[in-house]
């Protein structure tokens, strides 16, 4: 069959049978579970005594409560981990980080395969050539089960990056103004497929911030095209490239083709309260901000802190401003200790808090109060998304974020002294 996209070909590789029904039925290579989502299907899997049809491909990890922050929350992640241990689990990640951002740094996730998650940002493994989606509990117990789920054939719409990324852009805002260009239901049951042809090639840590946020204009998945950056990664994380170069046809059907030039795309902000409320800084109107956070699955790798650093290095957040830190995971956290970005934001005053969801959901270490106006790398700024529901959350790239702690402000000019 000729005409495939990158998803078509992971689907067909993954159904069970030939049959061309509008739902295939296909196996899984891996599942994603963090602590809140599972703990919902709980009693669901032990009231029907089931069990895990292949625990070696199934990843656990305590990240929306880790560590608990009030006796609910502990109760809840509890049962969890008391779920996992109970089945010895051997893929359990206790305290470890974002499970989005495990599942990617793990040997489970690989390029050409197949991966379903209980949270909607399992999406960024597309970042790096997997086909993954997020589902909601009922889905997750049947394929924890069987290790199957069915899935329907989306259309795809191709984005094709060209040109050379500015030095104070990133992929961050790359996303963005797909959000502005899409809206939020613009790519809804639809795969995103990701061909970087731009001059240099956009790094890892910008291919992940971009799946991630794919599910934000409501994609299925959100897959870059394989190539030497897809290779490089699993190569510096395996020693080898284990996984499948799937890359569409030449004569692939799309629904319809978007071209990007990267060298016109300057920082990109989100306005409350919806991811696709973009607009460029430039035309932004002046804002006071309260606070400044730079972490979760969206952008919270070595890249983004290391951008932050950059900016930061001699220089101080802004007296009235509170600047969250939270690395995706302990990985990422060890490896900005090497370094030295973590002393030099420290020195800056910004507060680095543990590997987790935490103020990204509004559960911990950083939730905003109702006078709170906040610039976040996180990837949904929804009305009480990180906290009090009169707050108000601006999105933006870490170096955004970085300069706007400094300055105490997100303003037009932030990068006047960079154009």
């Known amino acids: 069959m000729s005409g495939r996209t990158l998803s078509d070909k992971v689907i067909d590789s993954h159904a069970i049978d030939d049959d061309s029904a509008l739902y295939r039925k296909v196996n899984v290579d891996a599942v994603l579970g963090p602590d809140a989502t599972i703990a919902l299907l709980i009693d669901s899997f032990e009231k029907r005594g089931l069990s895990v049809w292949d625990k070696d491909k199934v990843l656990l990890a305590n990240d929306h409560f880790s560590p608990p922050a009030t006796a609910e929350h502990a109760d809840i992640a509890n049962r969890f981990l008391a779920f996992a241990r109970g089945l010895n689990m051997p893929n359990l990640l206790l305290d470890r980080g974002i499970c989005h951002q495990l599942m990617i740094e793990h040997r489970l996730c690989q390029a050409g395969g197949l991966i379903v998650g209980a949270d909607s940002h399992t999406i960024m493994a597309g970042g790096v050539g997997a086909c993954a989606t997020g589902m909601g509990a009922t889905d997750i117990t049947f394929t924890l089960a069987t290790g199957t789920t069915w899935l329907r054939r989306p259309e795809t719409i191709a984005v094709r990056f060209h040109g050379e990324l500015p030095e104070q852009s990133s992929g961050r805002d790359i996303v963005l103004e797909l959000l502005r260009l899409l809206g939020e239901s613009g790519a809804r049951y639809r795969t995103l497929e990701f061909h970087d042809e731009s001059v240099t090639r956009l790094n890892q840590d910008d291919r992940f911030a971009i799946s ?80 400044a956070f730079l972490g979760s699955c969206a952008s919270g790798r070595l890249g983004d802190i290391e951008a932050a650093a950059n900016e930061m290095a001699g220089r ?17 956290f060890k490896k900005a200790l090497r370094a030295g970005y973590v002393e030099t934001l420290t020195d800056a005053g910004a507060i680095f808090n543990h590997s987790s969801c935490g103020a990204c959901g509004g559960i911990d270490k950083g939730v905003l109060g109702a006078d ?11 009305r009480g998304r990180m906290g009090h529901w009169e707050s108000r959350t601006y999105l933006a790239s870490p170096r955004t974020v970085a300069k706007a702690a400094m300055r105490g402000e997100l303003s037009p000019d932030l990068y006047a002294e960079t154009q």
């Open 316 to 332: 101080q957040v802004h007296p009235n401003v509170r600047f969250v830190i939270i690395p995706a995971s302990v990985e990422v």
């Open 372 to 382: 709170d106006v906040c610039v976040s790398s996180s990837n949904r700024n929804f």
């Open 212 to 291: 991630n946020m794919a599910v934000e204009i409501g994609a299925k998945f959100g897959v870059f095209v394989p190539d030497e950056v897809t290779e490089a990664y699993y190569v510096e994380r395996d020693g080898e490239f284990l996984g499948e170069r799937v890359r569409p046809d030449d004569d692939a059907h799309y629904e319809r083709v978007i071209d990007v030039d990267l060298g016109e795309l300057d920082a990109r902000v989100a306005k409350p309260w919806q991811p696709s409320n973009v607009v460029a800084l430039r035309e932004l109107e002046p804002v006071k901000i309260t606070t």
